[in-house]
């Protein structure tokens, strides 16, 4: 007869009966430390939950029932609701021009993106966390662009005269050269016979540098932390054992800070969708400012699921690799 083999339960996940014991006094449960972090962290995102209950919980029910009604302004202040039931999702698939094709546009883009910017974000917080002079102030200048991202420096760009006036010299000179060193060593390397798919998306990522670095500070903060969690007593064994730093690199450090990876990746995702600066966001904003409540209402209600389906899908990759390290 043939023994079957079951699996040991996972000491790191929580079942339903310990998630609501944690928070009833009086229990072990409850005087664990595991317990008490966990408390500790519902205390610190506490003040977000209650202002998503206060201020966002009403605009976001309105927006979903907008999405089924035909919204107008009517005449002394208000609005008039008719229900049109799923005809504003079928305006935004089938009969508007641009929704559709913006989304299959922005979406590979901003994937692509979020994925430079996991990458970058790794590396630099490893830069980072060596001993080198003038640790303080390159930590410093990788921070600033959470904190020039924040309002500062968008404000800036779109309503700086001067700065508006540099950017029209600085295209001009681009285009009087008549060329563009990106897309001519693209198109050599894809005469060359180098596969054209695979350095699209490095000149993509290339050409995107900008947004890469400006949305990638916090992430770095976060890899930065778990680097420092990190006991040098294990590169110490390590090293002791013969592995070289590669080998520590892959034993070591990034099966430890990769449970961050999913952190780093859902805020990324999030960060990306909500800029104002991609092709679905405009069209989106430029129906709303058309007073066209209840198509503006369903296209948010898209992109939304949209937004979530990614991070589904990226959760679903990323925990398969992260559990293979906890476990």
């Known amino acids: 007869m043939s023994a079957k083999i079951r699996k040991a339960p996972n000491p790191n ?6 998630s609501i014991l944690t928070f009833i006094p009086g229990n072990k449960t409850f005087r664990s430390m595991r317990s ?9 995102i ?18 979903f029932m907008m999405s089924f009604h035909d919204v107008t302004m009517v005449s002394g202040g208000g609005t008039n609701w008719r229900f049109i039931g799923f005809d504003n999702y079928k305006y935004a698939f089938g009969v508007d021009p641009y929704f559709n094709q913006y989304l299959v546009e922005e979406i590979p883009r901003m994937a692509i993106n979020a994925v430079a910017t996991l990458v970058l974000s790794f590396v630099i917080a490893v830069i980072l966390n060596q001993e080198f002079k003038g640790r ?16 500062v420096l968008p404000g800036i760009e ?14 001009a000179v ?21 596969g054209s798919g695979v350095f699209s998306i490095l000149f993509q990522m290339i050409d995107a540098i900008y947004d890469i670095v400006m949305a990638s500070g916090i992430q770095i903060i976060v890899m930065l932390s778990g680097l420092q969690t990190i006991s040098p007593s294990l590169y110490e064994a390590a090293d002791v054992e013969g592995c070289t730093a590669w080998e520590a690199f892959w034993k070591i450090t990034f099966p430890m ?4 990876l999913l952190v780093n990746a859902i805020y990324t995702i999030i960060d990306f969708f909500m800029k104002n600066d991609n092709k679905v966001m405009e069209r989106i904003n430029e129906l709303w400012q058309r007073i066209e409540f209840g198509h503006v209402s369903a296209m948010n ?10 991070i589904g899908i990226s959760t679903v990759i990323i925990s398969r690799g992260v559990q293979h390290y906890e476990d």
């Open 13 to 18: 996940k929580w079942t339903f009966a310990e």
């Open 36 to 44: 008490r972090n966990a408390r500790r962290g519902v205390m610190f």
């Open 158 to 171: 779109s309503q700086n005269e001067f700065y508006n006036m540099m950017q029209g010299i600085s295209d």
């Open 301 to 310: 209600w898209i992109y939304f699921g949209v937004a979530i389906l990614f």
């Open 257 to 260: 800070v990769s449970p961050l």
């Open 136 to 151: 303080t102030v390159a930590r410093a200048i990788f921070f600033l662009p959470v904190i020039l991202s924040s309002g």
């Open 46 to 63: 506490l003040p977000f939950i209650i202002g998503f209950l206060v201020f966002m919980i009403r605009p976001l029910a309105n927006s």
């Open 174 to 194: 681009a285009n009087s050269s008549g060329v563009n060193l990106s897309a001519s060593l693209q198109s050599l390397l894809s005469v060359s016979g180098v």
